[in-house]
T-cell receptor, first 119, second 113 residues
Framework: GNSVTQMEGPVTLSEEAFLTINCTYT??????LFWYVQYPGEGLQLLLK?????DKGSNKGFEATYRKETTSFHLEKGSVQVSDSAVYFC??????????????????FGKGTLLTVNP | KAGVTQTPRYLIKTRGQQVTLSCSPISGHRSVSWYQQTPGQGLQFLFE???????NKGNFPGRFSGRQFSNSRSEMNVSTLELGDSALYLCASSLWGHNQPQHFGDGTRLSIL
């Protein structure tokens, strides 16, 4: 079955530090890949996505590249801010369902990584 | 544009009771999915509805059920509540189509005493 493994955390950084959160996946076919962010007391917000190999998703200074050869989708940001403190989830879509013409309505998530950025 | 709205935000129940949670998707979104989030198991897919039909179901017991109305609003029901059902229940909606992302609500926090 599909699975997503991401670094456990928590990750604690100082403001303006470089961030990497590792994510690897196991899936049949070629899933779409996502990063979601969850702030305290809120639901998940889509941060970025990539739908095919070598695609780079980017948003708000965050980037992730879909690496088929290493089955990875690592999240990076060059300079983190205190406001980036949140839990980050890597996720993939179900390829079989996608190929049937549907949307990404069944996501498999990693366990989440808590990021704390100190001033 | 209003986001996904879930009600209520918080709910406290006792074992053996049943509960109904509500989700109003983003206008124009016809696909609604439900997820359970717990510290131990993380985020797990419950089921997905499109045009009032359940298209896919996760690995949860039959106590968990749902439905979707003609206006795309969805409800999920949990019967005979157990302590382990304490969780954040998240609803997500999306447009139909290839690679459309899911948009999540803020969830309903269900606590079982």
């Amino acid at each position: 079955g599909n699975s997503v493994t991401q670094m456990e955390g928590p990750v604690t950084l100082s403001e303006e530090a470089f961030l990497t959160i590792n994510c690897t996946y196991t899936a049949t076919g070629y899933p779409s890949l996502f990063w979601y962010v969850q702030y305290p007391g809120e639901g998940l917000q889509l941060l970025l996505k990539a739908t095919k190999a070598d695609d780079k998703g980017s948003n708000k200074g965050f980037e992730a590249t879909y690496r088929k050869e290493t089955t990875s989708f690592h999240l990076e940001k060059g300079s983190v801010q205190v406001s980036d403190s949140a839990v980050y989830f890597c996720a993939l879509s179900d390829t079989a369902l996608r190929n049937s013409g549907g949307s990404n309505y069944k996501l498999t998530f990693g366990k989440g990584t808590l990021l704390t950025v100190n001033p | 544009k209003a986001g996904v709205t879930q009600t209520p935000r918080y709910l406290i129940k006792t074992r053996g009771q049943q509960v109904t949670l509500s989700c109003s998707p983003i206008s124009g979104h016809r696909s609604v999915s439900w997820y359970q989030q717990t510290p131990g198991q993380g985020l797990q897919f419950l089921f997905e509805y499109f045009s009032e039909t359940q298209r896919n179901k996760g690995n949860f017991p039959g106590r968990f059920s749902g439905r979707q109305f003609s206006n795309s609003r969805s409800e999920m029901n949990v019967s005979t509540l157990e302590l382990g059902d304490s969780a954040l229940y998240l609803c997500a909606s999306s447009l139909w189509g290839h690679n459309q992302p899911q948009h999540f609500g803020d969830g309903t926090r269900l606590s079982i005493l």
